[in-house]
C-alpha cells in the first residue's frame, strides 16, 4: 500500500515522492551510486554500468540490493509500488531479443540508464522485467513503477497478462492495485466533487443547506484502500494553488500525503501484521534533494546526491532513514 505523487512549482522546480506503506518489517538506508557503478545482473550475472549517478532509498539483505524509489542526476526519477492479483512476470530469463532484468533490478537499472522519460520509452520495447524474489519479503513481489522527470512528464511501467504497457499520466498520482486504466476510469465517478461549497437547495418544500465549510468535498472517499487513495490523491493534487518556491512545494507535498498516511493499527493483514506508513520522502529533481519523514520522527530530514563523495566505486550508504524525535523549544 502506497501511493506516490508529482508536483511542480512556479520556479518550474520538480517534485516526486511517494509514501512507503508497508506490512513487512523494513529498515531502508540512503545510498548513492556512483555514475560508472557495475553490478551483476541477479538473473545471470552480466556485468552492468550505470549511466547516471543516483540517490536511492533501498536496503541491502543478504549481498541483494532492492530499491524503493530514487532520482538521478539527470532529473529523472522512479518509484516502486506494490501491483498484487495484476502483476505478471517473464519466465524467461535468457532472451535472445531483449535484456532479462528482474524485478528487485528494474528500478536500479532504469536509474542508473535513463536521462529522461523519453528514454524510459526507448528502453522498454528491449527490456523483459523478470520475477525474482526480494531479499525483504523472500517472495516475488508483484510490483509496478512510476517515473518522472524534471520536464513535468510521468509515465507508469506495468507488466500483467497482456504484456508490457507504458501509461502517460497526466494525472501525477499513482498507487496500487487495480491497473492504471481502472483508476483513471474511476476518477469519472468523482466529478461532482468540488473545492467551492455547495449552494442551499430545496427539496419539495423542505430547505437544505450545507453544515459548513467543504461540503463540495464530502463524495472524496476516506479509507486507505488503494483506489480510495488514488481518487483523494488525486483531487488533492490537482486542486492544490501551484506552489510558488521550493519550500511550498516541499510543504505541500507533504500535506497531501498527510492525507493518505496510514497510523499503526489502521490496516491489519491477514498475517496478522500492521500495514502502515514507514516513511514519507519526495525529492527536488533539479536539485537531487530528498526530504523525508519516518513514522517515528515527523521532522522532516534531507539527504543530498551532492557532496557525498567516497574513494571507491561501492554503493555510498549515507545511514538509515529512522531518526530520533524531535521536539523543538520554543
Keep these: 500500500m502506497c501511493t506516490a505523487i508529482t508536483l511542480q512549482s512556479k520556479q518550474r522546480e520538480m517534485f516526486f515522492g511517494r509514501t512507503m506503506d508497508f506490512s513487512y518489517d523494513i529498515d531502508p538506508s540512503f545510498y548513492i551510486i556512483r555514475k560508472n557503478y557495475t553490478?551483476?545482473?541477479?538473473?545471470?550475472?552480466?556485468?552492468?554500468?550505470?549511466?547516471?549517478?543516483f540517490i536511492g532509498i533501498g536496503q541491502e539483505t543478504d549481498g541483494v540490493f532492492a530499491f524503493f524509489d530514487g532520482v538521478n542526476e539527470r532529473g529523472f526519477g522512479a518509484a516502486a509500488l506494490y501491483f498484487a492479483g495484476y502483476a505478471q512476470y517473464d519466465s524467461q530469463i535468457n532472451n535472445p531479443y531483449k535484456e532479462s532484468i528482474s524485478s528487485v533490478d528494474f528500478l536500479h537499472f532504469i536509474l542508473g540508464q535513463c536521462e529522461s522519460v523519453?528514454?524510459?520509452?526507448?528502453?522498454?520495447?528491449?527490456?523483459?522485467?523478470?520475477?525474482?524474489?526480494?531479499?525483504?519479503?523472500?517472495?516475488?513481489?508483484?510490483?509496478?513503477?512510476?517515473?518522472?522527470?524534471?520536464?513535468?512528464?510521468?509515465?507508469?511501467?506495468?507488466?500483467?497478462?497482456?504484456?508490457?504497457?507504458?501509461?502517460?499520466?497526466?494525472?501525477?498520482?499513482?498507487?496500487?492495485?487495480?491497473?492504471?486504466?481502472w483508476h483513471m476510469t474511476n476518477l469519472r465517478n468523482y466529478m461532482n466533487v468540488s473545492p467551492t461549497q455547495n449552494q442551499e437547495t430545496f427539496w419539495g418544500e423542505v430547505w437544505l443547506t450545507p453544515f459548513g465549510q467543504g461540503a463540495g468535498t464530502m463524495p472524496l472517499p476516506g479509507g486507505y484502500t488503494s483506489p480510495e487513495r488514488f481518487v483523494k490523491t488525486a483531487y488533492q493534487r490537482n486542486h492544490v494553488p501551484t506552489p510558488r518556491n521550493r519550500i511550498e512545494a516541499i510543504l505541500t507535498c507533504f500535506h497531501i500525503a498527510e492525507g493518505v498516511t496510514i497510523p499503526k493499527g489502521i490496516v491489519i493483514?491477514?498475517?496478522?501484521?500492521?500495514?502502515?506508513?514507514?516513511?514519507?520522502?519526495?525529492?527536488?529533481?533539479?536539485?537531487?534533494?530528498?526530504?523525508?519523514?519516518?513514522?517515528?520522527?515527523?521532522?522532516?530530514?534531507?539527504?543530498?546526491?551532492?557532496?557525498?563523495?567516497?574513494?571507491?566505486?561501492?554503493?555510498?550508504?549515507?545511514?538509515?532513514?529512522?531518526?530520533p524525535v524531535r521536539f523543538e523549544s520554543v
Design 39 to 53: 553490478w551483476n545482473n541477479i538473473l545471470n550475472g552480466r556485468q552492468i554500468s550505470d549511466y547516471y549517478r
Design 118 to 181: 523519453g528514454d524510459l520509452e526507448r528502453l522498454l520495447p528491449h527490456i523483459s522485467i523478470v520475477g525474482f524474489p526480494d531479499p525483504v519479503t523472500k517472495t516475488v513481489a508483484p510490483l509496478h513503477w512510476i517515473a518522472t522527470d524534471v520536464s513535468g512528464k510521468c509515465v507508469v511501467v506495468e507488466q500483467t497478462a497482456k504484456g508490457m504497457a507504458l501509461f502517460q499520466n497526466n494525472i501525477g498520482v499513482m498507487a496500487n492495485s487495480p491497473d492504471f486504466s
Design 269 to 323: 493483514t491477514d498475517r496478522g501484521t500492521y500495514d502502515y506508513t514507514r516513511y514519507t520522502v519526495f525529492a527536488n529533481m533539479n536539485t537531487g534533494e530528498c526530504f523525508f519523514k519516518t513514522y517515528d520522527s515527523a521532522h522532516i530530514s534531507v539527504a543530498s546526491l551532492w557532496g557525498n563523495d567516497q574513494n571507491d566505486m561501492r554503493p555510498n550508504c549515507l545511514g538509515k532513514l529512522s531518526r
